[in-house]
């Protein structure tokens, strides 16, 4: 079955470090995956976007690969700060349409 | 422009009973999907409505049903309720602008359901 991993439920790390995320799939060979923070009681929002022929994504302090040899996406979020502190949740379409089948998400938090 | 707006925010049933949900997507969007979070099984896919017509379904009992009015609009509903279906229930509205799985999804603050 299709499954997505997040490398760890929860990442702590200092302010000003970079905070490394990783999302690893099985079974499943797609064509874009995005990236979604979610703040507690709150939903999702998006983050960015990757398609499969793209290597390297960037937006501000953040940045995504996308390894489909390896089946991994890495998410970075250079300088990071305590507004940085949330779940992440790294996203694959797995059947048409726009289902989205969520990967486990990793809590980050940044302390001071 | 107003995001995605979902009703109720809290709810509290007792098992057996029933409870519809409702969601108004993004002002455009025709593309309207839900999802069940819990901390457990995290999020997972309910099902999907696009122009009125499901068009994707989850692995969920027959118990969770939904439907999309013409304006867009969406209410899933849940029947005989069980314990279990405590959770956070999101909506998610899209654009249809581009091929499967490049579409956004922008989410609702959520329905939070407790079943007692």
């Known amino acids: 079955s299709q499954k997505i991993e997040q490398n760890s439920e929860a990442l702590n790390i200092q302010e000003g470090k970079t905070a490394t995320l990783t999302c690893n799939y099985t079974?499943?060979?797609?064509?874009?995956l995005q990236w979604y923070r979610q703040d507690p009681g709150r939903g999702p929002v998006f983050l960015l976007l990757?398609?499969?022929?793209?290597k390297e994504k960037r937006k501000e302090r953040l940045k995504v690969t996308f390894d489909t040899t390896l089946k991994q996406s890495l998410f970075h979020i250079t300088a990071s700060q305590p507004a940085d502190s949330a779940t992440y949740l790294c996203?694959?379409?797995?059947?048409?349409?726009?289902?989205?089948?969520f990967g486990t998400g990793t809590q980050l938090k940044v302390e001071l | 422009k107003a995001g995605v707006t979902q009703t109720p925010r809290y709810l509290i049933k007792t098992r057996g009973q029933q409870v519809t949900l409702s969601c108004s997507p993004i002002?455009?969007?025709?593309?309207v999907s839900w999802y069940q979070q819990t901390p457990g099984q995290g999020l997972q896919f309910l099902f999907e409505?696009?122009?009125?017509?499901?068009?994707n379904k989850g692995n969920f009992p027959g118990r969770f049903s939904g439907r999309q009015f013409s304006n867009s609009r969406s209410e899933m509903n849940v029947s005989t309720l069980e314990l279990g279906d405590s959770a956070l229930y999101l909506c998610?509205?899209?654009?249809?602008?581009?091929?499967?799985?490049?579409?956004?999804?922008?989410f609702g603050a959520g329905s939070r359901l407790t079943v007692l």
């Open positions: 998610a509205s899209s654009l249809e602008v581009v091929s499967s799985g490049a579409n956004v999804l922008t």
């Open positions: 079974n499943y060979s797609p064509a874009y």
């Open positions: 990757i398609r499969e022929n793209e």
């Open positions: 996203a694959l379409s797995t059947g048409g349409g726009n289902k989205l089948t």
């Open positions: 002002s455009g969007h025709r593309s």
């Open positions: 409505y696009f122009s009125e017509t499901q068009r």
